[in-house]
């Protein structure tokens, strides 16, 4: 049948969205659909410098589908979709004075003195094709073929002040194709599927790292670094994982299933970085007419990275309502170069007086990290089903785990850094272990009325991450030289909380509006989580300590979902929280490492929002 939604919203912050979608059927075999977003908001802050909204909101986005079912063994599905966002810049909260002009903190964290201005925009496009046909009743062939593209050109202002101390103008753009081919066969002892995957990508970037005010300084006016990575990955792989039934095998009245599998890929990363210093303005790739006073990489390499990862697991079903299993598997993530890698930084490895380009190779390569991951759990019910819960614990071992980062640079040896690199490194190795607890109840019903319902549920995680090696380098105080050492005892995980707690009750009961029968359901959740850090390194201007949020909201819908309507409140305590940061500045925020104000800036999470929906079903 014909179906059409549209669905409106208005809520703080002058937030009006609408989503309108449909479907019709066309003949017996065929159907479409279609739909349309549009999701705006003012900013929650204000760039003092510029007049213009922070943190606000300017999307739209399509999405189109076409089904096609000729036979009842043949299934195809077309879709399409592209997204366009344009959000304004959005600029950090500094939490130190500027070091420099001296500029005060703002007392309102959603609030900027940004000055960068230019282009901010976004475009993703998107295909994908699902094909699948049943060649007999226990063997089913599947092809997924996909497509996706995205063009960004933002502008981010790390000092988040009026001069360009640490202006960066950048490009993104990234496309790849993909294709996966699988093979599934159901049968009565033995499941299993079979396929191949491969994916053709290509992520460019250029941006330029303006850095005007400590161009000033050093008598180089307009000095912007330039930035250009272009990295190709052509990766495949082949996989299997084959299902048995135990318990059927062996006559056993308990239920006991073993699957195997694996997975053998291929990967390989061809790189092109070109760095280039200017002056008197920004690179002409980011549209400037700076002239370049110096080429500090220019780098091609190429590398393939192949690996086997398998997977095995044991379930075992007692009773019908309770599934205890253990599992191991082995994780693979391919290495690469770092776009953003600077040549003319990289050491003399084997001494010998000149850095070879063996070496610089080798500097700007980094190695796959790998993962063994082990797991045990149980999945339970009770009460006829009226109680559910899922207790899981799990230990996985790193090793050469990749680690991102960016430092200031000083290419002349005045003490003044004027430009910077990109670091990836294989740190070394890292345990994670915890556990994670969920249930859910059905906590009663008919409580006060007929009909009514009362339900709670629980998410608990418990995480313990540590780095047991991390080799990075480090500069001796007296003598000045530089060696790698192992200090892990000096880092922690990036956004791995401790404790995360999730828990929220809903109170269901019938309700008539304005003559309609239906649902009333009123909802309350808490989450909490534990000190978060934001860096490998602890910072106590960055890193978020314990906090909770409250959310609530109260929602009808008619019996039939004709009509719906809702009013939701999010972060109703409304609770400043950290979600992300810049950092180039010392630990204790007295001195710069990259431009010349000094960076610790930080990025919050939505302050308290209420919101009115309403929803017509046709």
Known sequence: EPALSIEGSYGSYNQADL???????????????????????????TNRNLGEDNYNKELLAFRASAEWTPTDRFFARITADYLEDDSNTRAGHRLIPGLFSGAPVLDDVFDSRSGIQGPNNAEQFGASLLLEYDISTDLQFKSITAYREDDNFTQID???????????????????????????????????????????????????????TTGDLIGLPGLTALTEGDVDTESWSIFAD?????????????????????????????????????????????????????????????????????????AWKPVDTQNIYVSYSQGFKGGGFDPRGLTTAAPDFDGDGTVSDDEIFEFMKFDPEFVDTYEAGIKSSFADNRISTSLAYFYSDYTDIQV?????????????????????????????????????????YDVAVDGDSLSAALALGLI?????????????????????????????????????????????????????????????????????NQFETTSAFLDEGSYSLYDASIVWKRLDGKYELG??????????????????????????????????????GNPRTLTLTARVNF
């Open 158 to 212: 790390f000092e988040a002040l009026p001069a360009e101390d640490l202006d960066v103008p950048a490009i993104y753009e990234n496309e790849q194709f993909t294709q996966e081919f699988q093979l599934a066969y159901t049968g009565e002892r033995m499941s299993g599927i079979a396929g191949f995957y491969y994916i053709d990508a290509n992520a460019f970037n250029a941006f330029d790292v303006v850095l005007a």
């Open 242 to 314: 084959v299902s048995f039934d135990l318990a059927t095998y062996f006559g056993m009245d308990t239920g006991l299933e073993l699957s195997i599998g694996g997975r053998y890929t291929s990967d390989e990363r061809t790189s092109s970085v070109l760095r280039q210093n200017f002056i008197l303005g920004n690179s002409p790739q980011l549209g400037g007419t700076g002239v370049p006073i110096a080429t500090t990489s220019d780098f091609q390499g190429s590398e393939e990275f192949t690996e086997f990862t398998p997977r095995v697991s044991l």
């Open 567 to 604: 009013l939701y409140g999010r972060n109703l305590a409304d609770k400043e929280y950290k979600v992300s940061g810049y950092n180039f500045a010392s630990p204790d925020g007295t001195s710069s490492t990259l431009g010349l104000e000094g960076v610790l800036n930080a990025f919050y």
């Open 19 to 45: 989503i309108v979608s449909a479907e019709t059927p066309i003949g017996d075999t065929f159907a479409i659909g279609a739909s349309a977003a549009t999701f705006n908001r003012d900013g929650f802050g």
């Open 464 to 532: 313990d991450a540590d780095y047991k090696e991390f080799i990075a380098p480090v500069v001796d105080p007296v003598t000045g030289a530089t060696s790698l050492q192992d200090v892990s005892d000096e880092r922690v995980f990036q956004n791995t909380p401790e404790t995360t707690v999730h828990v929220n009750m809903q109170y269901q009961r019938p309700a008539a509006l304005v003559g309609n029968a239906g649902m009333l359901s009123i909802i309350g959740a808490w989450s909490f989580r534990t000190e978060t």
């Open 404 to 444: 991102l980062g960016s430092v200031g640079v000083d290419t002349d040896g005045d003490g003044i850094s004027d430009t910077f690199a990109g670091v990836t490194t294989n740190a070394g190795k890292a345990v994670v272990k915890g556990l994670e607890f969920e249930a859910s109840a059905l906590l009663g």
